[in-house]
């Protein structure tokens, strides 16, 4: 079993930046995708970014330009940096790991992300 542990959320102000960690432990197929996704109160859970084990990545349009994924693929971590933070970025935040082939997927616990201004 894969377990996943993000770290890094917190609160901040308008216009400001936090960085995400997440690293992922257990057995773990080389070829993967690894991303976050975001959910905030009564909204659905949302594609923020995603990275393969080859370093492609994939960016949902309203943090496109501000937003910067990337991941250590020895070391399975993967890592989401977020500039010019809005209030509309404020959610928790999952990493996730699906294995080549689609399944399995594995979640996160999900860490904080507060914007305010």
């Known amino acids: 079993q894969v377990q996943l542990v993000e770290s890094g959320g917190g609160l901040v102000q308008a216009g400001g930046s936090l960085r995400l960690s997440c690293a992922a432990s257990g057995s773990i197929f080389a070829t993967n995708v690894m991303g976050w996704h975001r959910q905030a109160p009564g909204k659905q859970r949302e594609l923020v970014a995603q990275i393969t084990s080859g370093g492609r990545t994939n960016y949902a349009n309203s943090v496109k330009g501000r937003f910067t994924i990337s991941r250590d693929s020895a070391k399975n971590t993967v890592y989401l940096q977020m500039n010019s933070l809005k209030s509309e970025d404020t959610a928790v935040y999952y990493c996730?790991?699906?294995?080549?082939?689609?399944?399995?997927?594995?979640w996160g616990q999900g860490t904080q992300v507060t914007v305010s201004s």
């Open positions: 996730n790991l699906v294995s080549q082939g689609g399944f399995p997927n594995y």
